[in-house]
């Protein structure tokens, strides 16, 4: 007689236990993180993903994934089932040939993040994968956005400006961006001086260049640095940062930017810091996934690839 363990994987008496194809469907859900990304990678419907799940959780007794608008959230059975039985279900697929043959094609892996960072730093470092035969996907966004699209499996990966919070998504430590006031010499000769006398108020008259209407870099940096509220509306904004340094480069106004993506230019002379303060303000960018192994074997190539570049950004 087989008797319930903890979780209800196992059936009581009676009661079977939990049939394979279930498990196997609850773990394509639990790693995409959607019943339809889910669907996809089985090649079966959304309902009857749905129809399976319900199934597993009625024989476990237990709720599995937490409905969310977009997506779902495992649960903490979910967690611990998963970490059971993924070691398994992956050796048997492994056994019984059903992962990809080397000489396929695996499917592509689905980037997404910061289009500036993404540009100017993931790019180039994940190029030597491409060469190798690795399908990449990128798309540009803001976080928010791109970790609800991550958490319905529209993504594998996503650069973020911030940690996620909750249970349902990883992320570590990526690379730390520090922020740097900006503009070009012009401008520079005639306020770097009176910024340092009069402080911020020097920059009152100098317009502003930035990405968005509400100033989230610039406000930052005035409450970090300069322990003040930014009170000078855009005079140019421009929904990417490489626009917004080219403006300033070309004359426009100030800034303030990642020095990553501005140090060239500074090394140039194409344009001057207006202030060095000791503590200047870092962000730090982190790389987010679902929890579990992916099935995609490239989503942990990339994966490594950028958190080994990130140690030199």
């Not at 790693?31 to 009857?48: D, E, K």
């Not at 929904?239 to 480069?249: I, K, S, T």
Request: aromatic residues 4%; charged residues 20%.
């Amino acid at each position: 007689m087989r008797h319930k363990d903890s979780d209800g994987v196992a059936g009581g008496a009676g009661q079977p236990p939990a049939d394979l194809n279930l498990l196997r469907t609850f773990l394509a859900v639990y790693r995409s993180g959607s019943f339809t990304a889910g669907a996809g990678l089985l090649g079966l419907s959304q309902p009857t993903v749905t129809t399976q799940i319900r199934a597993l959780e009625r024989q476990t007794g237990r709720e599995l994934f937490e409905r969310l608008p977009r997506g779902v959230a495992p649960t903490t059975v979910a967690h611990d089932l998963a970490a059971r039985v993924a070691g398994p279900l992956d050796a048997l697929a492994a056994a019984t040939g059903h992962e990809a043959a080397p000489h396929e094609r695996t499917a592509p892996v689905h980037l997404a993040g910061p289009a500036e960072l993404l540009c100017t730093r993931a790019l180039p470092a994940l190029a030597p994968l491409a060469a190798e035969g690795v399908r990449l996907r990128v798309s540009p966004g803001l976080t928010e956005p791109l970790l609800d699209e991550l958490r319905a499996g529209r993504h594998d990966l996503v650069i973020a400006t911030f940690r996620p919070r909750g249970r349902a998504l990883t992320a570590v430590p990526l690379t730390d961006e520090e922020f740097v006031l900006v503009a070009a010499p012009g401008w520079a000769e005639r306020v770097k001086e009176r910024l340092a006398l009069e402080g911020p108020a020097a920059l009152h008259r100098v317009p502003l260049v930035t990405y968005a209407e509400d100033l989230p870099i610039a406000r930052r940096y005035w409450r970090h640095v300069f322990g003040a509220r930014l009170s000078c509306p855009a005079a140019v904004t421009v929904p990417d940062l490489r626009g917004v340094l080219a403006a300033v480069v070309a004359g426009a106004g100030f800034s303030v930017l990642p020095r990553y993506l501005c140090q060239a230019e500074l090394a140039s002379g194409a344009l001057v810091p207006l202030h060095e303060p000791e503590d200047p303000p870092i962000n730090t960018g982190y790389l987010v996934q679902r929890p579990g192994r992916p099935d995609n074997p490239d989503v942990t190539r990339v994966r490594d690839v950028l958190i080994e570049a990130g140690r030199a950004w």
